[in-house]
Every structure is written in structure tokens, then in C-alpha cells.
T-cell receptor
Framework: AQKITQTQPGMFVQEKEAVTLDCTYD???????LFWYKQPSSGEMIFLIY??????QNATEGRYSLNFQKARKSANLVISASQLGDSAMYFC?????????????FGTGTQLKVEL | EPEVTQTPSHQVTQMGQEVILRCVPI?????FYWYRQILGQKVEFLVS????????KSEIFDDQFSVERPDGSNFTLKIRSTKLEDSAMYFC???????????????FGPGTRLLVL
């Protein structure tokens, strides 16, 4: 079974500062994918960034980067130069190989609030 | 940019009624999913669908639920007899058949907010 743990229910950051959202995972699959999604108050789920378990380099996508530490089973999201529009719920998710459909397993999320 | 669409955006129904939630996945995607999110909680997997059949389903997806791809574009979730606890946001998602460099990223629709009274 796969498990995602997000231990920060809420985080505050000042505008233009960087923030790290924590995510740890557990799986027995030899190959897996890790994803971050953003959910603004309007409710939609927006894909941000993907990291494959065999990728040698940490993923980056604009102001988003993923600090992937495989031995520690962590996949933290780093948002640089925070903007007011970054205020949202952020979910870490994992996709494994078992089950046939490659479903996503989500964490409980971190509510990020960007302040002036 | 292609996107997943869902209709309706909101649905209010009486307990025991049937509801059908509709989704149009991204056109070249072949894997389709339904997830739900009860208010304030995490997103939960319901079912995955490929090649006109269910490839995986969760414990939540009992006999009250069914999915269908009635034509080449729509993907539907039917709840036969709704219960109060079915009130949630329902998300449709789709992905390409291969993982490739995107890792099989699932793209989500905007959701249907279902309220069962």
C-alpha cells in the first residue's frame, strides 16, 4: 500500500519569500511517481510538478522545485518568490505500479497563506 | 491548451435519487479516473477506466456506483441511489497511455460539487 504524509496543516509565508512544503511517502513499488497539485479556494486541482523515482535530478517548473530525497522518502515542494496568488491548499500525491490503474494516493494537504 | 471539462459544476439532489456526473477527458488521453473530496478532507480515488473497462476501483466504489464511456468523448459516473454521505466534490481526471517524461500526470477537471439533501 502507498501512503503520503503531509505534516503541516497550515503554513504562512511573506510575499517574495521562499517556502518549503513537506511530503514524505511510503511504498513498496520499485518505480513510482510523485506529484504536487494546487487547489485554490475555487476548488479545482492544478498540476504543478512531477518527479519520477528514477530521475537523477530534482524537478523544477518555473518557481516550483521538488526537493527529492529518495533515501529519506521525502519529496518536498519549494516555492520561490511567493506571490499572493500562491495562497491555496497544496497536495502531495504518489502514483505507483500496483493495482493496474496507476491511481494517485493523496496526502491530507497543506494550506498555504501568503502575506504582504 | 487542452483541458478536462465536467458538468454540471454543482448538483443538488434528494437522498435516494440517481445522479449522473459528466466528464470530457483530454482528447488523446486513454486512461480516465474519478476521485472525490469530502469537504475539508483529502482527495480519494474511486475508479480508473481504460479500454472500456474498469482497471481498478476502491472500496468506496460499491454497487451504487457505475462508470461508462457512452461515446468517444464523454465519461460518466452514475450514483444509483444517493446517500447523504455522497455529498462531496467529484473530480474527473485523465492521462496519456504512456508515462513518458510526464510520468503519467493526471489532469483534473474543475469538479462537480454534489450536495445530497
Amino acid at each position: 500500500a502507498q501512503k503520503i504524509t503531509q505534516t503541516q496543516p497550515g503554513m504562512f509565508v511573506q510575499e517574495k519569500e521562499a517556502v518549503t512544503l513537506d511530503c514524505t511517502y511510503d511504498t513498496s513499488d520499485p518505480s513510482y511517481g510523485l506529484f504536487w497539485y494546487k487547489q485554490p479556494s475555487s476548488g479545482e486541482m492544478i498540476f504543478l510538478i512531477y518527479q519520477g523515482s528514477y530521475d537523477q535530478q530534482n524537478a523544477t517548473e518555473g518557481r516550483y522545485s521538488l526537493n527529492f530525497q529518495k533515501a529519506r522518502k521525502s519529496a518536498n515542494l519549494v516555492i520561490s518568490a511567493s506571490q499572493l496568488g500562491d495562497s491555496a491548499m497544496y497536495f502531495c500525491a504518489m502514483r505507483g505500479l500496483t493495482g493496474g490503474g496507476n491511481k494517485l494516493t493523496f496526502g491530507t494537504g497543506t494550506q498555504l497563506k501568503v502575506e504582504l | 491548451e487542452p483541458e478536462v471539462t465536467q458538468t454540471p459544476s454543482h448538483q443538488v439532489t434528494q437522498m435516494g435519487q440517481e445522479v449522473i456526473l459528466r466528464c470530457v477527458p483530454i482528447s488523446n488521453h486513454l486512461y480516465f479516473y474519478w476521485y472525490r473530496q469530502i469537504l475539508g478532507q483529502k482527495v480519494e480515488f474511486l475508479v480508473s477506466f481504460y479500454n472500456n473497462e474498469i482497471s481498478e476501483k476502491s472500496e468506496i466504489f460499491d454497487d451504487q456506483f457505475s462508470v461508462e464511456r457512452p461515446d468517444g468523448s464523454n465519461f460518466t459516473l452514475k450514483i444509483r441511489s444517493t446517500k447523504l454521505e455522497d455529498s462531496a466534490m467529484y473530480f474527473c481526471a485523465s492521462r496519456e497511455i504512456r508515462f513518458g517524461t510526464s510520468g503519467g500526470t493526471q489532469y483534473f477537471g474543475p469538479g462537480t460539487r454534489l450536495l445530497v439533501l
